[in-house]
């Protein structure tokens, strides 16, 4: 069992940049898949990004594509999510997750065992 907790999220303006972190715990970082999802008020949660154990590959869903840049650390057990020319529509709570999935499920909320408790984005003028 990873433990995971999420940071950076804030105020941002559209147009706006914002980097998410989110530190690991207790498992063995490099073994996991790991993603980020958000999930918007009255909406189910969503993929958004995930980098794959060993660092072996990255997917990203299409309406964030070009703008955000997921990465990680594994010296540092810690996954990064830099979110660029940030649009109204990004706002959410978005979560970490680690997993070990297969490629058919790295963008189901199901495949990912742990989550971290989230962290807000708001991208409002």
């Known amino acids: 069992q990873v433990q995971l907790v999420e940071s950076g999220g804030g105020l941002v303006q559209p147009g706006g940049s914002l980097r998410l972190s989110c530190a690991a715990s207790g498992g063995p970082f490099r073994r996991y898949d790991m993603a980020w999802f958000r999930q918007a008020p009255g909406k189910e949660r969503e993929f958004v990004a995930v980098?794959?154990?060993?660092?072996?590959?990255?997917y990203y869903a299409d309406s964030v594509k070009g703008r955000f840049t997921i990465s990680r650390d594994n010296a540092e057990n810690t996954l990064f999510l830099q979110m660029d020319s940030l649009k109204p529509e990004d706002t959410a709570v978005y979560y970490c997750?680690?997993?070990?999935?297969?490629?058919?499920?790295?963008?189901?909320?199901?495949?990912?065992?742990?989550w971290g408790q989230g962290t807000q984005v708001t991208v409002s003028s």
């Open positions: 980098n794959r154990r060993y660092g072996s590959a990255t």
């Open positions: 997750a680690a997993g070990t999935t297969i490629t058919s499920t790295i963008t189901r909320p199901e495949a990912y065992a742990n």
